[in-house]
């Protein structure tokens, strides 16, 4: 339920940017036909509707979850709004009020969200319940009403005329409607059913009723059902002369005044909406034709940047230190397997490794290396396994390994990994919910809790996903890195040795082997750790490398690629020496 | 005596009633089904409300008029009983327009758009 709940609040919060840009397009295209608005109220229902949305580069949407789904579980809660003011205000408050702590036996979080759900549901009960209540008892009044002709029935109980009824749509009118009215009365209802608004209300009232929690989402409905009439007003007086667009406004005046004249009311509050529409009835121009080109381009754009989520971030945006500034990142992902039967040893990583004597290493490349140290299972508590064990790096409050993985002795390169998300499942099943992790403090054990509901429910092996963004820093205050040098590509060359040369002055050459009629030359460029080398020998060719240690690794994706040896990404061209002499390697 | 009251759908139904009287209750379901486009329910209802404020009579089955077409006078609801009803509409009614609390002024004021 909480998961829902967040999934709806998820929802509501990108949908409210919608209904603001929504706010601002109906200022904008006063003069635009009403059934345009309409269309943009449906982009905002089918934001609310569907969970999914296709990631864009045009999307306006700050942030697709502003509520990360791990914030229930995880030791510090963080909101990602896509507003970095907002984010830094509230984070630090939300970590200090709803961080777990170490003593305490719930989290906060998981609290305050179960609360909050059922707060949520209750409300949209109460108002599904209002709704099937009112229809009940509407339905038990209308029933002597009489049948006037067709779908169309009178009430002494019906004061203004409507559409009731989902399949068969009947229209009440009160008795005695003037002569003049019914035709036009009758001419309105009529194309509500045909524009199958009573579904379209009723489709609104039940979003409302998810969505109550949201302020904007109210304003939303309140103007949708304006849009609405106005766009039927519309419909219905297209073909009118002016001689009976007056008959038709008199008609909604006559309709909307009870029969007996009211004092002013002080709760009354706003424009009386009748007044507006008789306006607009009575000014109504058919739209030119440019004005509804205008109107749908707006619908297409405002669908495109908000209907569409933004990329997925695979750079995040991460705090540096002054005088480091960021030289690479990588996503890195492991996956831990734990035997069920057996969670006293024998724990082993994806990739292979295992470990013993309590001591796993998660993941490892030539730089980085994560270790767990005294994996301790445990199955002391009645309600969690879990899993202890400390890590070799710090885990800080904001859910990261910050501290230097490896800080190489020869470069002024460190590591950072952060933990992006975690998971729990077997063979065949997620356990959402299963995994919490808590670590507190500095250099501090950190503990994976796994529920025992799941272990009980899983096969015989638990896998653990974990995501972690591999953060590499370099210090700013150190000198640029340079790739000056000789470097051999570590695959076959075409007849030969494949050399790269790299010289001071900023020149480059290759020869891709004795075979080769074609050397490569031109002028090589850094930026952060991209190396670019770009042929000025009449032959267009671009191939990109990324600067690791040493070694270059091929960047297949930005690359042309060579002449006789096609490169795989991620190949290595190892340095082996300085610059020859010689001009030709 | 004081005529009892007898509501405007109450009276379409009357007209039947004294058109057919005497007239059995099978008999008037079946007419106010295709007249009035009532249900059977229904019909029994008011048969029950009516006989009940001393319009009809319901004698094992056959129903018979109390008071005449001449007699008869149709009540108009009383508003302030039905306000409260009316304002709460369900939310999900297309309806043509709402009732609202329009004084004499801004009625003069939409008279005099629609006029223009």
Known sequence: ?585 | METPKIFESEYRFCLILWEHEPVTTTELVKLCQSQLGWKRTTTYTVIKRLGERGVLRNQDGLVTALISKEDAQVSEIDELMEKKFQGSLPAFLAAFARRQSLSKDEVEEIRRIIEK
């Open chain 1, 1 to 585: 339920m909480e998961e829902l709940f967040l999934t709806v609040v998820n929802l509501s919060l990108t949908a409210g940017w919608l209904v603001l840009a929504v706010l601002v397009l109906r200022l904008l295209l006063r003069r635009a036909p009403k059934w345009s608005f309409c269309l943009l109220w449906a982009l905002v229902a089918l934001r609310l509707v569907c969970p999914f949305s296709i990631e864009s580069t045009l999307s306006l949407i700050p942030s697709a979850q502003p509520l990360p789904r791990d914030i229930l579980y995880t030791a510090a809660p963080e909101i990602q709004s896509g507003i970095p003011a907002l984010n830094s205000a509230v984070n630090p408050v939300l970590q200090e009020v709803l961080a777990p702590s170490p003593t305490a036996s719930a989290n906060p979080t998981q609290i305050w969200s179960f609360l909050l759900s059922q707060v949520w549901l209750a409300g949209m009960i109460l108002l599904l319940l209002y709704a099937l209540v009112s229809w009940l008892l509407l339905k038990r009044r209308l029933s002597t009403a009489t049948m006037l002709e067709g779908n169309i029935r009178q009430s002494e109980r019906v004061a203004s005329p409507f559409v009731l009824g989902l399949f068969r749509p009947v229209i009440y009118l009160p008795y005695h409607i003037p002569e003049g009215d019914l035709s036009y009365v009758l001419a309105h209802e009529r194309a509500h059913i045909r524009r199958l608004d009573h579904w379209w209300k009723l489709a609104g009232y039940v979003l409302l009723a998810v969505y109550w929690f949201h302020p904007l989402m109210w304003v939303a409905y309140v103007l949708f059902c304006r849009d609405m009439e106005g766009a039927c007003d519309e419909r219905v007086i297209r073909a009118l002369s002016t001689e009976e667009r007056r008959g038709y406004s008199t008609a909604l005046l006559n309709c909307s005044i009870r029969r007996r004249p009211v004092a002013p009311c002080p709760l009354a509050f706003g424009e009386a909406v009748v007044k507006s529409r008789v306006k607009a009835v009575m000014s109504y121009k058919k739209p030119a034709f440019w004005v509804v080109i205008i109107a749908l381009a707006a619908c297409v754009i405002a669908a495109l940047c908000f209907l569409t989520s933004p990329k997925e971030p695979t750079v995040y945006d991460v705090l540096t230190q002054d005088g480091y500034a960021v030289l690479s990142q990588e996503q890195v992902e492991l996956t831990l397997t734990v035997p069920k039967s057996a969670l006293t040893d024998d724990c082993y990583t994806g990739k292979g490794h295992t470990f013993a004597d309590g001591q796993v290493v998660v993941w490892q490349d030539d730089s980085t290396t994560i270790y767990l140290h005294n994996v301790m299972p445990s199955n002391e508590r009645e309600d969690l396994l879990y899993m202890t064990f400390d890590c070799s790096y710090r885990f800080s409050n904001y859910g990261s390994f910050v501290s230097p993985l490896k800080a190489s002795e020869d470069s002024s390169v460190s590591n950072e990994c952060t933990l992006r998300s975690k998971s729990l499942r077997d063979g065949t099943t997620a356990y959402p919910d299963a995994l919490s992790l808590r670590g507190y403090g500095p250099g501090t054990k950190f503990t994976f809790y796994v529920s025992k509901e799941a272990c009980m429910a899983a096969r015989d092996t638990l896998m653990i996903d974990i995501t972690c963004n591999q953060v590499q820093y370099y210090e700013t205050s150190g000198e640029q890195l340079s790739p000056v040098g000789y470097y051999r590509y570590e695959g076959e060359g075409f007849g030969g040795d494949f050399t790269l040369t790299l010289r001071d002055d900023g020149s480059f050459t290759y020869y891709e082997g004795g075979l080769s009629s074609y050397i490569g030359a031109g002028q090589w460029s850094v930026s952060g750790n991209i190396l670019t080398l770009e042929d000025e020998t009449g032959i267009t060719r671009v191939n990109c490398f990324r600067m690791e240690g040493d070694d270059l690794i091929f960047q297949a994706k930005d690359s042309t690629n060579f002449i006789y040896i096609k490169v795989d990404n991620g190949a290595q061209f190892r340095r082996i020496g300085d610059p020859p002499v010689n001009a030709f390697p």
